[in-house]
């Protein structure tokens, strides 16, 4: 079978500038057959007849993972919902050394320990308020992030999946148990072969570690976007009569499913990836900083979301794979993991 001829830089240039411009040229038959009747994704049957063989394909090997057809599969389901743009910003908690100026203004809930380095990497996140502020000069204006410019998709699925999800709760919450095991198996198969020394195998352990990292990323960006959708439509009016009008579909089906316990198991997963020797197997800073920002730009998305900081679990495990990040990878700054026994890390 193909492998998949996989260069993360250029997987994320394509990713920051539009998903729904990726390549899946090897997607299953099934899923092209939908682009211009993407209501077919509705149907379980479809999805799941894709889904099932590449589940026990990368349970049975997460190398699986690289053969061409399983992989651009999966980046089309992806492409099917939709991520918020604050996903694809740079993944560092520094965003107003461009301009931009923190907010000094801490969740109250959160306030009580003014001088805990959990409280200090909260404060230095930024929120999408934040991020959404005026340059306040001419120099920071020079230096911004420029606008993405989108390319019109060719298929009708991909022109409207930027705003509308035709990926179903049920489908994303497969697709996110799949690249959470197959990378934590991963883990545990780099973790043996760096005990034993197996130089061979770096090149291909590093490969796999990008490839499910991209795809972590990616599904994260649209598990929480899909998690803010389904938070504002279940805003009750100011009457306290309900949902406001227009927005019962948004809530409908996808209503029961509360992707908190994944989002736990996959921020786990992180840490346990980030405590391999990962400085075997990525030889240079830029090809190490590249890596830590799949794993901690999906964890900055999470922190900004007012839902999941209200729980202390997501908060705490969100946190633990900053300070493993900071102290043991170089990410950021370190003051994070500097207190109280530092515990965390």
């Known amino acids: 079978?193909?492998?998949?001829?996989?260069?993360?830089?250029?997987?994320?240039?394509?990713?920051?500038?539009?998903?729904?411009?990726?390549?899946?040229?090897e997607a299953d038959s099934a899923l092209v057959d939908c682009e211009n009747d993407p209501e077919a994704l509705a149907d379980?049957?479809?999805?799941?007849?894709?889904?099932?063989?590449?589940?026990?394909?990368?349970?049975?090997?997460?190398?699986?993972?690289?053969?061409?057809?399983?992989?651009?599969?999966?980046?089309?389901?992806?492409?099917?919902?939709?991520?918020?743009?604050?996903?694809?910003?740079?993944?560092?908690?520094?965003?107003?050394?461009?301009?931009?100026?923190?907010?000094?203004?801490?969740?109250?809930?959160?306030?009580?320990?003014?001088d805990s380095p959990l409280l200090r990497l909260a404060a230095d996140t930024p929120t999408p308020a934040q991020?959404?502020?005026?340059?306040?000069?001419?120099?920071?204006?020079?230096?911004?992030?420029?606008?993405?410019?989108?390319?019109?998709?060719?298929?009708?699925?991909?022109?409207?999946?930027?705003?509308?999800?035709?990926l179903s709760a049920h489908a994303l919450s497969k697709i996110f148990d799949l690249?959470?095991?197959?990378?934590?198996?991963?883990?545990?198969?780099?973790?043996?072969?760096?005990?034993?020394?197996?130089?061979d195998l770096i090149a291909h352990h590093k490969q796999l570690l990008e490839m499910y990292g991209f795809l972590l990323q990616w599904t994260i960006a649209a598990v929480e976007t899909k998690a803010a959708e389904?938070?504002?439509?279940?805003?009750?009016?100011?009457?306290?009569?309900?949902?406001?009008?227009?927005r019962k579909d948004a809530a409908g089906k996808d209503g029961a499913w509360d992707s908190s316990t994944q989002l736990e198991t996959a921020l786990n997963t992180m840490c346990k990836v980030l405590r391999l020797k990962l400085g075997k197997i990525f030889l240079t800073t830029s090809e190490r900083d590249t890596f830590m920002s799949l794993l901690t730009r999906p964890v900055y998305m999470i922190l900004e979301s007012e839902q999941r900081v209200k729980s202390t679990s997501i908060r705490m495990h969100a946190f633990k794979v900053l300070c493993i990040a900071v102290k043991h990878h170089g990410h950021g700054y370190g003051g994070c993991c500097r207190g109280r026994g530092g515990t965390m890390c």
């Open 1 to 25: 079978m193909d492998s998949v001829a996989f260069d993360i830089n250029d997987a994320l240039k394509h990713y920051m500038s539009d998903p729904a411009t990726i390549p899946t040229p």
């Open 44 to 114: 379980n049957a479809i999805i799941n007849g894709v889904l099932n063989p590449i589940v026990d394909a990368v349970a049975g090997n997460p190398d699986a993972i690289t053969r061409s057809s399983i992989f651009d599969s999966l980046q089309f389901l992806l492409k099917c919902a939709p991520i918020s743009s604050a996903s694809l910003l740079p993944s560092t908690p520094h965003a107003h050394a461009g301009g931009i100026e923190p907010d000094t203004d801490l969740d109250q809930d959160m306030a009580t320990d003014t």
């Open 131 to 166: 991020r959404s502020r005026p340059l306040r000069s001419a120099v920071s204006a020079a230096t911004a992030r420029p606008r993405r410019r989108m390319r019109r998709p060719d298929s009708e699925l991909f022109t409207h999946s930027r705003y509308t999800s035709f």
């Open 179 to 199: 690249i959470t095991s197959g990378l934590a198996t991963e883990a545990d198969v780099i973790h043996h072969d760096l005990e034993s020394d197996e130089q």
């Open 230 to 246: 389904k938070s504002s439509a279940t805003v009750p009016t100011r009457g306290g009569r309900g949902k406001p009008k227009g």
